[in-house]
């Protein structure tokens, strides 16, 4: 431990607050996720969004050290980005990237998803001008309508591609129920996916990886893998859904901690925070830590959600500022200094990404992806 908070943060941050992100966990979720994989399927670390808030060049380094085999972005920037962090692996842009991106995605060696003929154009003109010969990969649409191809319009992008002379290296899909075991959807996309994966080889295209599978399906089954399974979640701990979730034993990476920075004892009846909506029932001790919405403690937890402080659950009293957030610590003895796990685990109590997800109506994935770049992260190999 060093610097003012006793979080091992670096000099210049003097707010206590901080991620830590364990990477031992991330290793241990990597390796779960490939016991399900048969030897020959690869793994895809999605790390879009800054690795779902755990630092995307930290995270990469661990999933390719312990076997994935490519990594996926959403945006260039995220590839570029990476690149410049000295990561070497396939990078997939999960999206077909911007015209004006086209020059850039090649000299970085981005890997490109394509669905249009336009994006297909646009491509193949920076290849020539900067005289490459890319791989791409076909998105194909097979029912969640969010991008790709039509299956129609597939074999005329896979025919553009090589008469533009860029290499076919892959073609996929994107399901929208994976997460619902017993949805009937999945195995309608994944036989519309079928169909035209086999109207390809009849035309002698055979890309070397098809891949249909995030992190619901990868545990739905093998039949979803194909060569490549594209997962997020599962490698930050968590399951899509609870049915899921017995599937692997994933533990969650990201810890959200912070330190008591002011106590006051209030009597019964008093209002706490703006607009005065919590009162607590007899003399309490409120303590004040020093995080908020903008850091992306969600304001909707105000007067619902529950932090750990002397390891025991504490109610948040009141509403929930932009840079400082309540607790109700009753009569327990609480002091400037002590520590709070927002997400985490103190003294064997725990609170996870899908208990904020609950109260607040949403999922693990916007709960962690939430938490803003304004906290700094602080990196930690646990066992
Ligand atoms: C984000 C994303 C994934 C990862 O999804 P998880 O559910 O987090 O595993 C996979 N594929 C695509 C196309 C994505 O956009």
């Given at each position: 431990?060093?610097?003012?908070?006793?979080?091992?943060?670096?000099?210049?941050?003097?707010?206590?607050?901080?991620?830590?992100?364990?990477?031992?966990?991330?290793?241990?979720?990597?390796?779960?996720?490939?016991?399900?994989?048969?030897?020959?399927?690869?793994?895809?670390?999605?790390?879009?969004?800054?690795?779902?808030?755990?630092?995307?060049?930290?995270?990469?380094?661990?999933?390719?050290?312990?076997?994935?085999?490519?990594?996926?972005?959403?945006?260039?920037?995220?590839?570029?980005?990476?690149?410049?962090?000295?990561?070497?692996?396939?990078?997939?842009?999960?999206?077909?990237?911007?015209?004006?991106?086209?020059?850039?995605?090649?000299?970085?060696?981005?890997?490109?998803?394509?669905?249009?003929?336009?994006?297909?154009?646009?491509?193949?003109?920076?290849?020539?001008?900067?005289?490459?010969?890319?791989?791409?990969?076909?998105?194909?649409?097979?029912?969640?309508?969010?991008?790709?191809?039509?299956?129609?319009?597939?074999?005329?992008?896979?025919?553009?591609?090589?008469?533009?002379?860029?290499?076919?290296?892959?073609?996929?899909?994107?399901?929208?129920?994976?997460?619902?075991?017993?949805?009937?959807?999945?195995?309608?996309?994944?036989?519309?996916?079928?169909?035209?994966?086999?109207?390809?080889?009849?035309?002698?295209?055979?890309?070397?990886?098809?891949?249909?599978?995030?992190?619901?399906?990868?545990?739905?089954?093998?039949?979803?893998?194909?060569?490549?399974?594209?997962?997020g979640l599962a490698i930050y701990g968590y399951a899509p859904s609870a049915e899921l979730a017995p599937a692997v034993d994933l533990r969650p990476a990201m810890t959200l901690k912070a330190?008591?920075?002011?106590?006051?004892?209030?009597?019964?009846?008093?209002?706490?925070?703006?607009?005065?909506?919590?009162?607590?029932?007899?003399?309490?001790?409120?303590?004040?830590?020093?995080?908020?919405?903008?850091?992306?403690?969600?304001?909707?937890?105000?007067?619902?959600?529950?932090?750990?402080?002397?390891?025991?659950?504490?109610?948040?009293?009141?509403?929930?500022?932009?840079?400082?957030?309540?607790?109700?610590?009753?009569?327990?003895?609480?002091?400037?200094?002590?520590?709070?796990?927002?997400?985490?685990?103190?003294?064997?109590?725990?609170?996870?990404?899908?208990?904020?997800?609950?109260?607040?109506?949403?999922?693990?994935?916007?709960?962690?992806?939430?938490?803003?770049?304004?906290?700094?992260?602080?990196?930690?190999?646990?066992?």
């Amino acid at each position: 431990m060093s610097g003012s908070t006793g979080s091992g943060l670096g000099s210049g941050n003097y707010r206590p607050v901080w991620v830590e992100v364990d990477l031992g966990a991330i290793r241990h979720n990597v390796r779960e996720i490939r016991r399900v994989l048969a030897p020959d399927v690869g793994l895809l670390a999605v790390v879009k969004a800054s690795a779902y808030g755990h630092g995307d060049a930290q995270v990469s380094h661990v999933a390719l050290e312990e076997g994935a085999s490519w990594l996926g972005v959403a945006l260039v920037e995220e590839g570029v980005r990476l690149r410049e962090a000295g990561v070497t692996a396939p990078i997939l842009l999960l999206s077909e990237p911007p015209a004006d991106a086209a020059e850039v995605v090649l000299a970085r060696s981005l890997t490109a998803t394509v669905y249009t003929a336009e994006g297909i154009r646009s491509l193949a003109k920076a290849a020539g001008d900067l005289g490459v010969c890319p791989e791409v990969h076909i998105k194909v649409d097979t029912g969640m309508h969010r991008v790709g191809g039509s299956p129609e319009q597939a074999l005329a992008l896979a025919g553009l591609v090589l008469e533009e002379g860029m290499v076919i290296g892959g073609i996929w899909s994107h399901l929208a129920v994976a997460d619902e075991p017993g949805n009937p959807f999945s195995e309608v996309q994944r036989r519309r996916f079928d169909v035209v994966c086999s109207e390809m080889e009849a035309l002698g295209i055979r890309p070397r990886l098809r891949h249909l599978a995030n992190s619901g399906a990868t545990l739905l089954g093998k039949e979803y893998h194909y060569d490549l399974v594209r997962c997020g979640l599962a490698i930050y701990g968590y399951a899509p859904s609870a049915e899921l979730a017995p599937a692997v034993d994933l533990r969650p990476a990201m810890t959200l901690k912070a330190r008591v920075s002011l106590v006051k004892e209030v009597g019964a009846g008093e209002g706490v925070s703006y607009g005065l909506r919590y009162r607590p029932e007899g003399r309490s001790l409120l303590a004040t830590v020093p995080i908020g919405y903008a850091d992306g403690l969600p304001r909707g937890l105000s007067g619902r959600g529950v932090v750990l402080v002397g390891g025991k659950r504490r109610p948040i009293a009141g509403t929930i500022t932009m840079d400082q957030v309540v607790l109700d610590c009753g009569q327990d003895r609480v002091e400037i200094g002590d520590e709070v796990v927002l997400l985490g685990e103190q003294a064997g109590e725990r609170i996870t990404a899908v208990d904020w997800a609950e109260a607040l109506g949403t999922i693990a994935y916007e709960v962690l992806a939430g938490v803003r770049s304004r906290i700094p992260r602080v990196y930690v190999e646990g066992a």
